[in-house]
């Protein structure tokens, strides 16, 4: 997986509560990403980021904030967890360019929202 | 709205078939055109991509067909495997936009 790795690899917590992702690369890449993955919608793109504390929201962000205070960490916290956010969240990172780039995903963090 | 529409949603094939994926799209600002790759419990790898500049690329058994002017792009897989079943999935993108498509669980009978 391309020297990324995300943890926790599954998590179940109540509605309300705070959760925390964490994505950690050894690729020294620029740029990082966020999607989550649910049946009949593919990845959607939730946050991601082009450098050291500039980050820039995608198509699903509500919810969601992310934080990247050094290049191999990217962090992303659901706020206030809700059964909505019960997905598969993928990370990604890519080197030259943002998206028109190949982007090289992490394993995935099952996350269960009850 | 779903910016790539992929079809079909699934598609099983018998071993050296040629299963063919289809995706369009309706924003011509698009110029970058993936596809990608998933196994279970793993996360997608690329597989093949194209600029909008070519109508085909070929690598190895996988092989993306565009037609600009319908706004439609293709993966074909010649003489399919069983290790090809996996989900796959085409995106575009522009800039800062970057869509997949919902994507298509591929199964290669033996």
């Known amino acids: 997986d391309a020297g990324i790795t995300q943890s926790p690899r599954h998590k179940v917590t109540e509605t309300g509560t705070p959760v925390t992702l964490r994505c950690h690369q050894t690729e020294n890449h620029r740029y990082m990403y966020w999607y989550r993955q649910d049946p009949g919608h593919g990845l959607r793109l939730i946050h991601y980021s082009y450098g050291v504390k500039d980050t820039d929201k995608g198509e699903v962000s509500d919810g969601y904030s992310v934080s990247r205070s050094k290049t191999e960490d990217f962090l992303l916290t659901l706020e206030s967890a809700t059964s909505s956010q019960t997905s598969v969240y993928f990370c990604a990172i890519s080197f030259q360019r943002a998206f028109t780039d190949t982007q090289y995903f992490g394993p995935g963090t099952r996350l269960t929202v009850l | ?110």
């Open chain 2, 1 to 110: 709205q779903q910016q790539v529409k992929q079809s079909p949603q699934s598609l099983i094939v018998q071993k050296g078939g040629i299963p063919i994926i289809n995706c369009a799209y309706e924003n011509t600002a698009f110029d970058y055109f993936p596809w990608y790759q998933q196994f279970p419990g793993k996360g997608p790898a690329l597989l093949i991509a194209i600029r909008p500049d070519v109508s085909e690329k070929k690598e190895g058994r996988f092989t993306i067909s565009f037609n600009k002017s319908a706004k439609q792009f293709s993966l074909h897989i010649m003489d399919s495997q069983p290790g090809d079943s996996a989900t796959y999935f085409c995106a575009a993108a522009h800039g800062n936009q970057f869509y997949f498509g919902t994507g298509t669980s591929l199964t290669v009978i033996p």
